[in-house]
């Protein structure tokens, strides 16, 4: 019941106002099952883009614009969620999205499935802390035993690791060109992958995804370079480099106003002559310098300047007229403007050093790539930097018929890069289908009866939520979900059953690591962790105390300022 606040009772019976006019509570039972009520609303909405039969929502925006996706942390982002349990979930499901990068729907569905099994013991009279204490037990032990059920995996073994990605992009719109997309991934993460210490560091920022809408899926590539959305500066310049030293600028070609305001004045007609001209020579000294450190550059490692090899300057800043006039004479391509992030990524590919102080640079700071070109990809003209000795940043070009297809690509790569990432970090797999979930919740069951009590009862309701995943991934595909998950039983009680899973494309009962349905094992850990704390949290509020909206107070002020008129 909706209280507007709440009030104490003086001795002498009269009521004492302590919360704001205005201000809404709900306590008790009804402020639970309300919040209940709407993160199950939530996971029911995700339910179904789950699995590789999942379905896809449209999201419009306020300002008309269109998502089409079933990528659940973009639902969730999109969704524009109002009430403030539903934010508790949309955080919960990007702080899966930021740790491991997949697997929020999978977090979200089972956060849905523990509460709709908690609301079944509040009606048995089982207290919420009980049901907490319960599936925080749960969690644990299927934490403890998942780490125990996975499977050590070979980074060197690329097979396995395509698997993995064809796995995370077997439920995505891009399910047509997997195999395609799977083999770019792999070798993207493994090129950027370092070994520090005994553990490896996988860097994604350094891998760069660029959308170009036109051509088909099966048109997108692996470049082992950077590719700029921009184009030469100037006509004049060669629009292909082979051999190409290239400079990289924190700086600006350009004669830098003065930081103080100054007043030159200017008598004579030849003075303003001599004052250009100054600015002039100033603007070729710098191309000079930059061109004579890469002629250095080039004859100490045997190439001839202008006949095999040639000089690309790059700079985040802005390039004077005059000063592309003479690098165009000196034959150096030159682009302008070119965010930070990517001159970074074009430091790790091309071993170049970015330099902010022209007068610095030395023949060691340049970095080098067989072939920079222009070219032109759909309506765009682009650069690209290929031919790195050993980049440790690459690009995926990403094509597609359709804007939409091509953003929804570019979000399924995103979860299949990190999925890989995970399995390398990790050093572990397990089965997906379903598979995980049947085996954890057949060992939670046998674990309940020796916690015994009203816990007991928690950590069985913990077991059949955790069947809701794969409940969810049978009904997706039109099968019988009770059949199945008789059949997912029968399967896990033989000896050699832990990895049988359900073939959504089939219906049979198989064995999932066999058939290739392979997921690192942070992303069901965190899954599991993250849909338990969502439900935890929810079960542990009983009270909710809302106060007056801005914006109704500023109606309410304006009725009454009217009133008084």
Known sequence: MAQPRIAAVEPTGVPVLILKEGTQRTYGREALRANIMIVRAIAETLRTTYGPKGMDKMLVDSLGDITITNDGATILDKMDVQHPTAKLVVQIAKGQDEEVGDGTKTAVIFAGELLRFAEDLLDKNVHPTIIVSGYKKAAEEAVRKL???????DI???EILKKIAKTSLTSKAVHGAREHLADIVVKAVKQVTEKRGDKWYIDLDSIQIIKKHGGSL?????IYGIVLDKEVVHPGMPKRVENAFIVLLDAPLEVEKPEIDAEIRITDPTYLKKFLEEEERLLEDMVEKIYSVAVERMKREG???GKDAGVVVITQKGIDEVAQHFLAKKGVMAVRRVKRSDLEKLAKATGAKIVSN?????????GFAKLVEERKVGEDKMIFVEGCPNPKAVTILLRGGLERLVDEAERSINDALHAVADAIRDGKVVSGGGAVEVELAKYLRELAPKVGGKEQLAIEAFARALEGLPMALVENAGLDPVEIIMKLRAAHAKPEGKWYGVNVFTGE??????????EPVSIKLNAIKAGTEAATMVLR???IIAAARREEKEEEKGKHEEEEE
């Open 541 to 543: 509020i009983d009270d």
């Open 218 to 222: 099966k048109d997108s590539k692996l």
């Open 509 to 518: 009962i198989e064995d999932m690591m066999k058939l290739g349905v392979i």
């Open 156 to 158: 060197e073994n690329e």
């Open 303 to 305: 190439y001839e300047p």
């Open 358 to 366: 022209i007068e610095d640079l030395t023949p060691d700071d340049l």
């Open 147 to 153: 780490q125990e059920m996975a499977e050590p995996v």
